[in-house]
């Protein structure tokens, strides 16, 4: 049965007993405190109100002195309370799920701010965030404005969230160790100067990278060149596995990546954090898109948590070039191929598979084989990314779009290629397809502008969306000018 009142909260003004003292020594260990917010820990809260029907859930971490929110849903502005009296101070107290059906009649519960203040939280419930050595670093919240009721299942249903954060944090040390362990192998091979510069600016690049989101929430502005994106989960009761990224690697180049990994839900998300992880700490080292792809192959393979699952990816490089556009050098690891659009001189779009020979499956065989090839991206062409659930995706015959279809849908498009424009005709040439059978779609298009090109300067779009809610369309588009 899940606990019906909570414990009394520990005042952090006291001096703090071996127990506590080693589970903060513990959440010290973690590193997550204070970082950015990250869209899997997002998922988390957002997916808890969503099964609980509650306006408010949160993911935290009990600190010496205050409650730390991961992740809020219902709750936003508001990034720490202080501890004591705390509702998770005192859940984290206990192996078992807290419940407070009316906090009013709790006799530590009423004095809280959430619940004395002008939010009058009435219902609370949560489920401490548990190591695999015994450690509760947090919680897992859910808070309603009128008292309430949970069963024992919704308890089950509670903890289950809770572990799925837990496995989240491993994979942050899971994924730190096995970059560093890559990084120190690369300088033992190079001069005792060169090898400590490397490591100072590594671990700086690491720690930075490991706090980014699962998928960027917006794109970074590059110089010289537009970028858009897209991405669509197939449903909402599932976290799908595709990814994306854009991010510099140093001498005015950047790095891009866009990939799937087999399979669905909680699992699926925790390798696709991984994957992006390794592959942005990886071409900080060595930005050579074919040695990023080794660095994964061998982090998945590595990882016990992993198990049999595997991944395609795409990686390239930009590098500007002085007179205009960029020589681009894209790796593949199973992946579909990319496609560069450039106009004729006829007006139309010349429309060209970027196919590099040979690109095994990430992640499923130790001795894979990675293949690259270099193209050069001009004022007024384009490169289209995609996952396979756009070329997968059925027309109203029932036949799969497929590399013709796409191929002779690109070739309509306007001259000259501006990627947000390529982007919002694919969208609009997937909202025409039937849902069934619809798997999750990343969309990734890169384009340089023309010299004459209005407005001046570089847009970034984005575009994200989720099944219907409540009859309506959960979707979000941000332009940076």
Known sequence: MPEQASPPAIAPSKPLDAVEAARL?????????????DGAYDRVAALAARLFEVPVATVTIVDEDRIWFKATHGLEGVTEIGRDPGLCASAVLTDDTTVIPDTLLDPVACSNPLVAGPMGVRFYAAAPIITADGYRLGTVNILDTRPREINEADSATLADLAAVVRDQLELRLSALHVVRAEQEKRQAEEEARQRAERDKAAIAAFASTLQRTLVPPVLPAVPGLELACHYKTASPQEVGGDFYDVFPVGAGRWAFFLGDVCGKGAEAASVTSLTRYTLRAAALVDAEPTAALKALNAALLLDA???????TAIFGLLDPVRDGGFTVTLATGGHPPAYHLSPTDDGGMRVEAVRAKGGMLVGAFAEAAFASRTLHLAPGQG????????????????DMLADTGLTDFLAQRQVPVRAGCLIDDTVALLDTLPDTERDDVALLALSVPTPDAAPAGITTTAHSAAAPTAGASVGQENRRP
Do not use: K
């Open 383 to 398: 490169l289209l990314l995609y996952t396979d659930g756009l070329t997968e995706a059925r027309t109203a015959e029932g």
């Open 25 to 37: 020594a513990a959440v010290r260990r973690y590193d997550i405190l204070d970082t950015p917010p």
């Open 305 to 311: 948590a992993v198990g049999t699952r595997f991944c």
